[in-house]
Each structure stands twice: as structure tokens, then as C-alpha cells.
């Protein structure tokens, strides 16, 4: 059965860095573009991060950007998020999710019609 499962949620206090994990099992992560989500309570979910799949190109958030940085490990099977100078607003369950379509789409990503998507790590940052 093929899936994703994020890893490295936690509590952190504001300021402090984590790295998120996605791992792929039951397919290749390779041929595909991924997306890191978040979605905090009473909020819609938004897009945080995304790495191309032809060239590696990334897409951020304006939210994240220059505190974020998406890399991928095809090796691995497995795609990082690496957070750093986190903030309260950060809060959230982040999700993964791997799709076909570019970056530039990742608006109708989804959990339906993505290639997978992964049940979430949350994310907690204390002032």
C-alpha cells in the first residue's frame, strides 16, 4: 500500500528550529512534485512549501520564506522541510503530499486527487 508519513513534529519554543520528514513507502517519490501543508484549528489549509520534481526548483510561502527550506533525498524515499526562527503562527498540523501536477498548482492539491497524502505531524511553537 502506498503512502506518506510525516515525522519531526514536536514542541518548540519561538525561535527554535525543526526539520519535518516525509517518507514514501509502496511507491517512488522521484517522478513526483511535493508539497508541504499546515493547517491550524479554525483555519483553512494553506500551502507552506513545494520541490519540483524535474529540476528541484522550490516554491515557498512569502509566510515562510527565508525561514523554510524544502529539500528532497531520492535515495531516501524522503522529502525534509527544515524550520528555522519558528513563531507562535507556525502552529499547525503540517501534511506532505505528492502530485503530478507542478508547483505552481499546488492549490488543487488535495487529499483526494493527489497522488498521496500523508495523515499529518503537528507542530506547536510556545512564546
Known amino acids: 500500500q502506498s503512502q506518506l508519513a510525516e515525522s519531526g513534529g514536536g514542541l518548540v519554543q519561538s525561535g527554535g528550529t525543526l526539520t519535518l520528514s516525509c517518507a514514501a513507502s509502496?511507491?517512488?517519490?522521484?517522478?513526483?512534485?511535493i508539497a508541504w501543508f499546515r493547517q491550524a484549528p479554525g483555519k483553512e489549509r494553506e500551502g507552506v512549501s513545494c520541490?519540483?520534481?524535474?529540476?528541484?526548483?522550490?516554491k515557498y510561502a512569502d509566510s515562510v520564506q527565508g525561514r523554510f527550506t524544502i529539500s528532497r533525498d531520492n535515495a531516501k524515499n524522503t522529502i525534509y522541510l527544515q524550520m528555522a526562527s519558528l513563531k507562535p503562527e507556525d502552529t499547525a498540523v503540517y501534511y506532505c503530499?505528492?502530485?503530478?501536477?507542478?508547483?505552481?498548482?499546488?492549490?488543487?492539491?488535495?487529499?483526494?486527487?493527489?497522488?498521496?497524502w500523508g495523515q499529518g505531524t503537528q507542530v506547536t511553537v510556545s512564546s
Open positions: 520541490i519540483e520534481s524535474s529540476d528541484g526548483r522550490t
Open positions: 503530499a505528492a502530485d503530478s501536477r507542478p508547483c505552481k498548482w499546488w492549490d488543487d492539491y488535495g487529499p483526494r486527487n493527489s497522488r498521496s
Open positions: 509502496g511507491f517512488t517519490l522521484s517522478p513526483y512534485n
